[in-house]
Each structure stands twice: as structure tokens, then as C-alpha cells.
């Protein structure tokens, strides 16, 4: 079955620093890459999408990610994180399956941002 | 609101009791989704409906579990004889599908806030 993998379960940055957490999917097919940002008592929010051309996104909030077909990644990376950017993300990927899209996600990545 | 609308946003059962749990989508969209988010999991998929119709109902975990959605607008989610591993969060997505010269084009769901179910 298909699967997505985020590697860091919970992340601590001082704020100004760099972010970069790591998804990987598993499925030789087309896929769409989307990562998801939930603040505290908030609901789901899309940061960013992938469906095709430049595999270098760009979202939200000064995120952007990279999908790396020949590594199944779809990283995401912020230069300089801020404390407002403590939230879960969550990597989410559709495996193309008929004519919708059945999202699969990720266990999702606690990041803590300490002023 | 032009967001996902789920209610209630918490629900406290006795094991055993019947729950139903309401989701009103953005208005127009086609698509609507049940996810369920156990503590410390991500999202994991439910059901699937394309207006009226429930195409993809491969996540539901058990027969206790059952959606509808007979208008093709609000759809509610519905357990039944609940268990303590039924407590999560319940989660409602809803997208528009776009229709293109190549077929359909894959949108982003919306989310709404969720129902934390506790089971007691």
C-alpha cells in the first residue's frame, strides 16, 4: 500500500533558524505533494501543492519545497523560521486513483519555535 | 462562513451510544471526505462522497461506521455502539474538482475544524 514517511516526529529551532523536514512517499506512479500546516486549536491549512512543472514550490509564510521524483521526497524548507511558525505540518500526498484524490498523510512533525 | 463547517467541535459518549457528527461543506463543492485523526497520527482516510453518491468508502473501519450525504451538501457521519478506540478527531474536507481540457484537475481540500469524539 501507499505510504508517506516524515522523519521528524517533533522539531525545536531557535527562532532565525533554518527548517528543513523531511517526507517520502512510496509509490512508483504520478502523485500530487501537498504539505499542511495545523496551529494550535486551528484547523488543516494548505501551505503548499505540487502537481507538476518546477518541482521547486513555493507557499505560504516563506515556506517552499522541492520534490525530488528520483528520491520519492517532497522536502519542506523555510530559511529563517519564526515563533508564529510553531505548528504541526503535516506531508500529504494523492496517489492518482481513479478520478479523485484519496489523500494519504504523514504521522505529521511538532515544530516548536523558541524565541 | 465560507469555510468547512463541522459540529459539534466536541462530543463526550458512553461506550455503547450511537453518535452522529455534522459536516457542511464549502457551498458548490463536489467532493466531500471524511478523515480520522487518532492522538499523535495523522489524518487517515474514511469515506469518499462525489455529491450524493459514496464512491470510496474503503476507510470506514468497521459496519458500526456510516456516512451519507442524501442532498449532495451536508453529509453526516454516523457511529454506531461505540468503543474507546473510536475516540479521535473527525475530520471533513471538501474540494471542487476542476474540469479541464485533459480531465480533471486534482484541487486542495479544505478543512473544517474537526469534532474531537471521546468515548468514555
Known amino acids: 500500500a501507499q505510504s508517506v514517511s516524515q522523519h521528524n516526529h517533533h522539531v525545536i529551532l531557535s527562532e532565525a533558524a533554518s527548517l528543513e523536514l523531511g517526507c517520502n512517499y512510496s509509490?512508483?506512479?504520478?502523485?500530487?505533494l501537498f504539505w499542511y500546516v495545523q496551529y494550535p486549536g486551528q484547523h488543516l491549512q494548505l501551505l503548499l501543492k505540487?502537481?507538476?512543472?518546477?518541482?521547486l514550490v513555493k507557499g505560504i509564510k516563506g515556506f517552499e519545497a522541492e520534490f525530488i521524483k528520483s528520491k520519492f521526497s517532497f522536502n519542506l524548507r523555510k530559511p529563517s523560521v519564526q515563533w508564529s511558525d510553531t505548528a504541526e505540518y503535516f506531508c500529504?500526498?494523492?496517489?492518482?486513483?481513479?478520478?479523485?484524490?484519496?489523500?494519504?498523510f504523514g504521522i505529521g512533525t511538532k515544530l516548536q519555535v523558541i524565541p | 462562513g465560507a469555510g468547512v463547517s463541522q459540529s459539534p467541535r466536541y462530543k463526550v459518549a458512553k461506550r455503547g451510544q450511537d453518535v452522529a457528527l455534522r459536516c457542511d461543506p464549502i457551498?458548490?463543492?463536489?467532493?466531500l471526505f471524511w478523515y480520522q485523526q487518532a492522538l499523535g497520527q495523522g489524518p487517515e482516510f474514511l469515506t469518499y462522497?462525489?455529491?450524493?453518491?459514496?464512491?470510496?468508502k474503503s476507510g470506514l473501519p468497521s459496519d458500526r461506521f456510516f456516512a451519507e450525504r442524501p442532498e449532495g451538501s451536508v453529509s453526516t457521519l454516523k457511529i454506531q455502539r461505540t468503543q474507546q478506540e473510536d475516540s479521535a478527531v473527525y475530520l471533513c474536507?471538501?474540494?471542487?474538482?476542476?474540469?479541464?481540457?485533459?480531465?480533471?484537475?486534482?484541487?486542495?481540500?479544505?478543512f473544517g475544524d474537526g469534532t474531537r469524539l471521546s468515548i468514555l
Open positions: 509509490y512508483g506512479g504520478t502523485v500530487n
Open positions: 457551498s458548490g463543492h463536489v467532493s
Open positions: 474536507a471538501s474540494s471542487l474538482p476542476k474540469r479541464t481540457g485533459l480531465g480533471w484537475a486534482r484541487q486542495p481540500q479544505h
Open positions: 462522497f462525489q455529491n450524493e453518491a459514496q464512491l470510496d
Open positions: 505540487y502537481f507538476s512543472g518546477d518541482p
Open positions: 500529504a500526498v494523492t496517489f492518482h486513483s481513479g478520478g479523485y484524490q484519496k489523500v494519504t
